[in-house]
């Protein structure tokens, strides 16, 4: 596919979220992993980890409705969304009891990372900080997300995947590796989801 098709996809994915109210095109990319890949059901509680500005948290609310509960985190201010219970601060900071306002929804259902590092180029060192955060995401889940549960986590293909893939094998009964249509085809990006967590509560 030429960089000109890979443009035209990606814009048609921005002018969709625009004219349908949604605040990034990475909406779309959780909207078609929940048709496939992973269940999300109104009353459940997600965490969404490097929420800003907000599309996943958009999608997201819009199925667990009223009797569910989305707590979205990002280093940047996130404008409200209805219903949705928001912390700005680094995932490096989070612990139990940042979400004691909500604590009637916790252990999470799902928990939710698009976090990606500030890109440097230099494929070794983008990979070393994707894997960092991976490890601050997967400390989140060991703490944070219920038995059964599932994960959502943004990787770039080459060594984060490898690692994020191990080290959901040894927590979850299904690991499962999707690239939406939204996520453009030049972009290294990739997505991981580990279904059913292994831990007892
Ligand atoms: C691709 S954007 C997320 C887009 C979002 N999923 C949406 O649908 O609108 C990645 C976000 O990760 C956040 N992020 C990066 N490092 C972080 C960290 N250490 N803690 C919390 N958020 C972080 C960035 O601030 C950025 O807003």
Known sequence: MSLKSNYRDGDSFTRRSKKEGYRSRAS????ELLQT???????DSVLDLGSFPGGWSQVASEIVGKSGKVAAIDIQSMEHIEGCFFLKKSIEEVSEIDFEEIKDFLPFDLVLSDMAPNISGIRDRDD???????????QVVDELLKTKGSTLIKV???ESLDYTRDALSVRFNKVKISKPKASRSNSKEIYIIGKELKKYE
């Not at 779309?28 to 909207?31: A, E, F, N, Q, V």
């Not at 890949?37 to 009353?43: A, F, N, V």
């Open 128 to 138: 070393a900080l994707m894997m960092e955060l991976v490890d601050k995401t997967l």
């Open 37 to 43: 890949d992973i269940q999300l059901l109104k009353g």
């Open 156 to 158: 770039f293909q080459g």
């Open 28 to 31: 779309y990319k959780l909207k």
